[in-house]
């Protein structure tokens, strides 16, 4: 052992695609959704989402998210005030 501790693993997911409408969170086509990865924190996670989403800038319907897993798997582990 080398004595480093590793970061807390907060996993986020990078996911996209072709909204039904904009302003609307509704994927036009469920089978064309682009997983991107599963990422161990939110700058990776963020790296991941600003690479998809400046190749697609030309497409004003297609949209990226990043999806904060660990807070779905430990709710607990949320942030205070509603975020």
Do not use: C
């Not at 695609?17 to 963020?46: C, H, M, Q, T, W």
């Not at 690479?51 to 779905?72: E, G």
């Amino acid at each position: 052992m080398s004595g480093e501790t590793q970061p807390k693993q907060l996993l986020h997911l990078v996911l996209g695609g072709e909204l039904s409408r904009i302003g609307d969170v509704e994927f036009k086509d469920l089978e064309k959704v682009d997983i991107v990865g599963v990422y161990p924190n939110y700058a990776a996670a963020y790296a991941a989402w600003r690479a998809k989403a400046q190749q697609s800038v030309d497409n004003a319907h297609m949209r990226y998210f990043i999806v904060h897993l660990h807070r779905l798997l430990d709710p607990s582990a949320a942030p205070q005030g509603g975020r």
